[in-house]
């Protein structure tokens, strides 16, 4: 009995010893990782410090004076004031043509929410982001004062004091806005602008200098001009910005990007030649669905005749998509032909459109949506609404009192694709713009091949015309494919 007391005792000994021998190895080996973690952050820290320093001293020395370019202009050719009128003639349909089938697609990307605010140290402050009431945390030493003339070394000492400032929480809590927002890279670098000048009390060349260090430090392509008496923010974009003034380094266009919608007119400036160590990302100005939402809707009433009955449809919108794409530059066609529409705007107008579709056949359907674009919306060129060349997103057509032929091309466009899932193309007339769609039926009148299939003029400006018919004074035009 007592041997077995002894070898249970000998055994608890043993089980103890082990226990903290390994409690000891463990401890030990958690230490070991914890100093190499430790000996990474500093490693990696000396790193930024180095990269910063070497690109502050770079800033003291590489800069050349250069002239800024004046943005392209995309369409010089005018608009008509006075759209014309088709005749009114009864459409026959296709014999044995089937009812389309209409359905409203179901919005695919989650709803946009903001990130929840984690207090962080540092300093808080508000920014309004198109109506989203966003609360930041950012190191004092990221607010600087300019006291001197811009210079170099003005420019230089700015991003060493920032470069020593803890600006790496910040940058987390834009990237975790930036994805739970589903921001593009416009939106995105709007609101690193709103922040920067949240921080700045709305001073434009100490925001312009943050906004700078803040999208380098997100790996953006992204550098400064400067003249006598203002910084110039430059960026690079895959997509061409047109009527925007840019210099080209390495055969890459570098924008003079503005945020608040209004153009900037640089002439002879300061800038260096050479990029920040590892940034890679240039502007993609693709629209997404959500981009930019506030969830703050309004109304407007349009009604308008087709086949001799009256339609009634409420449209809504989102206050803060438009106010959003009220800052974009104008781009190429095809950005505002394959851009999202925002749930707020699609889905309520979709489902109106739809259930009066049910029934007839595709012409029919394309028809009832030419009239709607045609005839509900009140037409003006840029000119007289804008006093400039100003493409509109379909959104912002449905917002505006009067809208030109490209906005009707690139609603209908949308309207039919999401609604009829048919093919569509704009079609680039000299001062005009229209669209053609593929139909599934057999369609009489104007066409135009590409890509081996067929597709019929359909113009949502060209008042009371069918699918088929083209405005006579294009006739003789052969227009250019816009795809998307």
Not at 71 to 90: H, M, T
Not at 318 to 333: I, S
Not at 374 to 389: A, M, N, V
Request: glycine letters at 4%; charged letters at 25%; aromatic letters at 14%.
């Amino acid at each position: 009995m007592r041997t077995c007391i002894y070898k249970l005792a000998y055994l608890s000994f043993l089980f103890t010893v082990t226990s903290v021998a390994a409690s000891s190895e463990f401890e030990q080996w958690k230490q070991q990782q914890s100093q190499g973690i430790q000996q990474q952050k500093k490693e990696f820290q000396e790193y930024k410090d180095k990269r910063d320093k070497e690109f502050t001293a770079f800033l003291k020395a590489n800069w050349k004076q250069v002239d800024i370019v004046k943005g392209d202009v995309r369409d010089e050719e005018p608009k008509p004031d006075v759209i014309p009128v088709a005749p009114v003639k009864p459409v026959t349909a296709a014999p044995a043509a089937k009812p389309v089938l209409v359905s409203v697609p179901k919005p695919v990307v989650e709803e946009p929410v903001s990130a929840p605010v984690a207090k962080v140290k540092g300093e808080p402050v508000m920014v309004d982001f198109f109506g989203r009431q966003l609360r930041f945390y950012y190191d004092a030493r990221l607010k600087k004062s300019l006291t001197a003339k811009i210079n170099k070394d003005v420019v230089s000492d700015y991003w060493s004091a920032l470069s020593k400032a803890d600006y790496e929480d910040l940058l987390a809590q834009l990237m975790a806005q930036k994805e739970s927002l589903h921001l593009n890279d416009w939106a995105y670098a709007s609101l690193v602008n709103k922040l920067a000048l949240a921080v700045n009390r709305n001073r434009k060349n100490e925001s312009v200098l943050l906004s700078w260090f803040l999208l380098v430090k997100s790996s953006y392509k992204a550098r400064i001009a400067y003249d006598s008496n203002s910084v110039f923010l430059l960026m690079p974009s895959k997509d061409e910005m047109f009527d925007v003034p840019f210099f080209t380094f390495n055969k890459k266009r570098y924008y003079t990007v503005s945020f608040d919608g209004k153009k900037q007119k640089p002439g002879q400036v300061f800038t260096y030649d050479g990029e920040y160590p590892q940034t890679t990302k240039i502007l993609d100005m693709q629209v997404s669905s959500v981009v930019a939402s506030n969830d703050k809707s309004e109304r407007r009433h349009l009604s308008f005749k087709f086949e001799g009955k009256p339609y009634n449809i409420d449209v809504t919108y989102d206050r803060g998509r438009v106010k959003f794409f009220n800052t974009y530059p104008q781009l190429n066609l095809n950005i505002y032909f394959g851009s999202g529409v925002y749930k707020a705007t699609a889905t309520p107008l979709q489902k109106q459109l739809a259930a009066h579709m049910q029934g007839m056949s595709e012409q029919q359907a394309v028809n009832f949506l030419l009239r709607f674009v045609q005839t509900s919306l009140k037409y003006e060129t840029d000119d007289e609404q804008f006093g400039e060349e100003n493409y509109l997103f379909p959104e912002e057509s449905l917002f505006y009192p009067y809208s030109d032929c490209e906005d009707r091309a690139i609603l209908f466009a949308w309207l039919v694709n999401s609604l009829l899932k048919l093919d569509v193309i704009g079609l680039d007339y000299p001062g005009h713009v229209a669209t053609a769609v593929n139909f599934n039926e057999s369609i009489a009148g104007d066409s135009v091949t590409y890509k081996g299939k067929k597709y019929i003029v359909s113009d949502p400006t060209y008042i009371n015309a069918n699918a088929g018919m083209t405005m006579p004074e294009l006739k003789k035009y052969k227009p250019e494919i816009i795809a998307y």
